[in-house]
């Protein structure tokens, strides 16, 4: 029978980890008040997000049993390489079914162990595309509609099996649209501003009529935190964080990926490479007469970099709230990353190192307020540059992005629903 009350509609909201659960919050929220049934599916380190905010989540490690014999043999292989390699891991259990489950699938696609284990080794994650997963999630949650992110694994697969049974699907993207990887045939995508929707339309001859320029619903907090902003309001942060009320502040913000070499952009995840890099920039930071604060990836060794930071007289900026730091910083540095897009968002000026510029973030460099450096051996003439553009006005997104995104899942989830025996 189709369902003609919202309380009757069932809404599965689908990430990965890093930042993906955050442009989701908000909706889930909106939507949840509205009377729909809310079900939220995430993996290895989004799972901490959600249940922070007081959320049941479903995951890989609850979609598998003991029988599942060789997703769980080959989870148990890969999470040793992890192991091995000394990667951060949240949840052992967890990483071992979602790793099982996605090269499960990778093994039969290829259709044969060691030339997947080979390809694996060499590529890492990136050819993943866990069905199987996903699939089992459907079953379990029977989603009128799917609404998820950009990631180019879990949420690629979802959108993709969303569409094979005929459930309408909603996704949220991040940055500026400018990316290969990702699956944009959800029925709705919904972009931060119109350089994102020409990407798509140009680039990559998305549909013009299946994109909607909402604004993102991670930069929303951050635009209306401006509009708070005073003298008065920072120094009361800064108090209430601790921090000298006359310092200048310059953020640094690490990536759990650092690009390494200028031809091949070899892609290394070494924690290493990334404090060497601090160890050079607390110097010129030091000599500008700036404190240094510092904010590692959620996927990366914390302690490490608290320790580091305890060392060199730094702060680090993992224990508190984001917004609170970036408030009362002067100048925002780092890699490809939706932290600057936020930072922008509170009118603080950005320096990008090109080393680590992904192609999906470059339309930034265009903004007034925005400057790009090859190495931190520029740090100090793109410092003192910024200090004379004045302030900025501009930002990404106008902050209204869940009221419209909450509208457009109204409208579209008026479809059919399909006969449950698909999934």
Request: proline residues 3%; glycine residues 4%; hydrophobic residues 35%.
């Amino acid at each position: 029978m189709q369902n003609t009350t919202t309380s009757q509609k069932t809404l599965l909201f689908l990430s990965y980890g890093g930042a993906h659960p955050y442009l989701l919050l908000p909706i889930i929220k909106a939507m949840k008040n509205k009377g729909y049934k809310v079900k939220i599916a995430s993996f290895t380190s989004g799972i901490q997000i959600y249940k922070k905010f007081g959320y049941q989540v479903i995951s890989a490690k609850d979609i598998t049993t003991k029988d599942d014999f060789r997703i769980l043999k080959y989870g148990k292989i890969l999470y040793q390489d992890l192991v091995k390699s000394q990667q951060n891991i949240f949840d052992i259990e967890e990483t071992i079914a979602y790793l099982g489950l996605s090269f499960n699938d990778y093994v039969d696609n290829i259709g044969d162990f060691q030339i997947a284990y080979d390809q694996y080794k060499k590529l890492g994650r990136s050819e993943f595309l866990p069905l199987t997963l996903i699939k089992r999630i459907f079953k379990l949650t029977c989603p009128d509609m799917l609404i998820t992110t950009n990631s180019p694994r879990a949420e690629k697969a979802a959108i993709q099996y969303a569409s094979s049974v005929n459930i309408p699907s909603l996704q949220i993207t991040d940055l500026f649209c400018n990316y290969e990887r990702y699956q944009l045939n959800a029925t709705a995508i919904c972009v931060a501003n119109k350089v994102a929707r020409n990407n798509l339309i140009n680039n990559y001859s998305v549909d013009s009529e299946r994109i909607y320029i909402t604004g993102s619903p991670d930069f929303d907090k951050f635009i209306h935190l401006r509009t708070q902003l005073s003298k008065n309001k920072i120094s009361i942060v800064r108090k209430k964080i601790g921090l000298e009320g006359g310092q200048k502040y310059l953020f640094w913000n690490d990536q759990k990926t650092i690009i390494t070499g200028t031809s091949k952009k070899t892609f290394e995840r070494n924690t290493m490479i990334s404090l060497k890099n601090l160890s050079s920039l607390v110097k010129i930071v030091n000599q500008m007469n700036y404190k240094l604060i510092v904010k590692c990836h959620s996927s990366q060794n914390a302690e490490e970099f608290l320790n580091w930071c305890n060392k060199n007289n730094a702060i680090f900026a993992n224990n508190a709230q984001l917004s609170d730091y970036l408030l009362i910083s002067d100048i925002v540095v780092g890699m490809s990353s939706t932290v600057l897009i936020n930072a922008y968002n509170l009118g603080k000026p950005i320096i990008l190192l090109n080393q680590t510029l992904e192609e999906s973030f470059l339309p930034i460099l265009n903004y007034k307020g925005v400057k790009e450096i090859e190495s931190l051996s520029q740090l100090n003439k793109a410092i003192n540059y910024l200090k004379n553009i004045g302030e900025i006005s501009d930002s990404i997104g106008d902050g209204n992005s869940v009221v419209k995104i909450s509208k457009l899942i109204d409208k579209i989830i008026k479809l059919p629903k399909p006969n449950l025996e698909r999934y």
